[in-house]
């Protein structure tokens, strides 16, 4: 059974743009979360989707927005990009709702650098 | 509110070492308890958690975690250290009506000297 994919791997962009990053869940998997991973931060939630309906939303500027589809995929995307949004940006999948009920399977991440 | 203290941000251990990575956590209500481990260019990998019942837990690659309440902590230990464990771990902490998001810590760089 294929993992949970992210694409693209690797992001450069420059400040004021906006970028979109994909997740696509483990088969069967209908949850999806994001987390923002930075040296200085640590793993810091951003959102949890389940059947295309955010459940949870962490403590970001309204710039971070994500979305889920009907076949379980998920993007987020992040507008006027700042140079502090450089970071790993990591998804995760579950069968069920609730990051501490249902064991969450990582996918590799995405690397955005923001020049 | 939630959170997760890991004690020393990077440790050292000889090949053949005990590994021991501490961590401390803060919840006004039982908590579940986890541990992930993290390889360079990769995603988290769950090696065990807490839930309920036997406090010590054990999991994946020979890592084990005992859940002491009086002391808040949920320490992860392993008998003896290969080069193949060097990698970043994580303590996490989330309620039991797993509705609220994981709240991790800053994590423990674990290195392991040949």
């Known amino acids: 059974k294929a993992g949970v994919t992210q694409t693209p791997r690797y992001l450069i962009k420059t400040r004021g743009q906006q970028v979109t990053l994909s997740c696509s869940p483990i088969?069967?998997?209908?949850?999806v979360s994001w987390y923002q991973q930075t040296p200085g931060q640590g793993l810091q939630f951003l959102f949890e989707?389940?059947?295309?309906?955010?459940?949870n939303k962490g403590n970001f500027p309204g710039r971070f927005s994500g979305r889920q589809f009907s076949n379980s995929r998920s993007e987020m995307n992040v507008s006027t990009l700042e140079l502090g949004d450089s970071a790993l940006y990591l998804c995760?999948?579950?069968?069920?709702?609730?990051?501490?009920?249902?064991?969450?399977?990582f996918g590799p991440g995405t690397r955005l650098t923001v020049l | 509110a939630q959170s997760v203290t890991q004690l020393g941000s990077h440790v050292s251990v000889s090949e053949g070492a005990l590994v021991l990575l501490r961590c401390n956590y803060s919840s006004s209500v039982p908590p579940y308890l986890f541990w992930y481990v993290q390889y360079p260019n990769q995603g988290l990998q769950l090696l065990l958690k807490y839930t309920t019942g036997a406090t010590l837990v054990k999991g994946i690659n020979g890592f084990e975690a005992e859940f002491k309440k009086s002391e808040t902590s949920f320490h992860l230990t392993k008998p003896s250290a290969h080069m193949s464990d060097a990698a970043e771990y994580f303590c996490?902490?989330?309620?039991?009506?797993?509705?609220?998001?994981?709240?991790f810590g800053k994590g423990t760089r674990l290195s392991v000297i040949a």
């Open positions: 995760a999948s579950s069968l069920t709702p609730g990051q501490g009920s249902s064991e969450q399977f």
């Open positions: 088969s069967g998997h209908r949850s």
């Open positions: 996490a902490v989330s309620d039991q009506s797993g509705n609220t998001p994981l709240v």
């Open positions: 989707y389940f059947s295309e309906t955010q459940r």
